[in-house]
């Protein structure tokens, strides 16, 4: 495996903010006995920390390892943060995927298998690009096209998704907008679930009930979108379970064995490969 970090604006000029977007990459080796020319998936991680601060550890490293023995490519992205606001954290995410594109063939990555995955604020990060991947503000700023930083499906955990006050994570929504103005349209802007469309990206879904952070409303309304414009999409929603569940194991959480969420990786995995191989 190869391990390094990436400056994002030593790479992106562009970004115009005053902290330091970094990208951590851990890049799969090919074995030459199965095949040392083989193209590999890659999935770009994003953590959660209602976009106040970044939980890398947790909701980062340990995740990218689950992937990486799965033969996936791993990156993990500690984007800006509050004051920080959007469109700033939406241009790092989408630098992010052209970075691990433009250099796809060094790495042997499939430039068609890049998964974006996001986990609470993270995972409205993560459905943020997934929704306004062709936004004219992120082409412009980063002088790309489209099809450069589309990802080609998602990967959700306990998502913030609506602005919605009765089921919205408030902070987060105000953290990510810049404002408290329940009725500015920035705000509104938020309710990701309102800009689903038919070019959104296949989408696996988890979530639980117990959720007393982030309600399950907020998958459910995300899953609600994307029937209703007929964008593929797998979703689990456990019965138990705490918010920021991640791995669901010992590696990110204080439990000595699998939670009841555990699974949702393996079905994950299984989810782009029907995708992909079916």
């Known amino acids: 495996m190869e391990f390094f970090k990436v400056n994002l604006k030593k790479e992106f000029p562009c970004l115009k903010t005053t902290q330091e ?5 851990y890049i799969n080796d090919n074995y030459k006995e199965v095949n040392k020319d083989r193209l590999n998936p890659c999935i770009l991680i994003i953590p959660g920390g209602a976009y106040a601060n ?11 390892f689950k992937y990486l023995s799965k033969g996936f490519s791993a990156f993990v992205l500690n984007y800006s943060v509050h004051p920080e606001k959007y469109p700033q954290q939406l241009i790092e ?23 974006v995955n996001g986990y609470s604020a993270g995972g409205h990060l993560a459905a943020s690009l997934g929704v306004w991947w062709n936004d004219e503000c992120v082409l412009d700023t980063l002088k790309t096209k489209a099809e450069d930083i589309r990802p080609d499906a998602l990967i959700l955990g306990y998502p913030v998704i609506s602005a919605d006050e009765n089921i919205s994570h408030r902070g987060s929504i105000i953290n990510v907008s810049g404002t408290n103005d329940v009725n500015s349209p920035v705000y509104k802007k938020m309710s990701l ?24 409303q907020n998958s459910l309304k995300f899953a609600n979108a994307l029937t209703n414009n007929k964008v593929l999409f797998e979703m689990h929603i456990y019965p138990y ?32 490969y029907s995708i992909w191989y079916k």
Not at 95 to 110: E, H, L, P, S, V
Not at 201 to 210: A, D, M, N, R
Request: proline residues 5%.
């Open 21 to 25: 977007p970094e990208l951590t990459c």
């Open 54 to 64: 970044v939980s890398m550890q947790r909701e980062g490293e340990s995740m990218a």
């Open 93 to 115: 995410a989408a630098a992010a995927i052209k970075f691990i594109r433009n250099n796809a063939k060094k790495w042997n990555i499939d430039i068609n298998k890049v998964v």
């Open 193 to 216: 679930e309102n800009s689903v469309n038919e070019s959104t990206p296949p989408t696996f879904l988890w979530h639980t009930v117990e959720d007393a952070v982030v309600p399950v």
């Open 241 to 272: 379970g705490q918010h920021g569940l991640a791995t669901s194991d010992y590696a990110s959480n204080d439990i000595t064995n699998d939670h009841y969420t555990a699974p949702w990786i393996s079905e994950s995995i299984k989810f782009l």
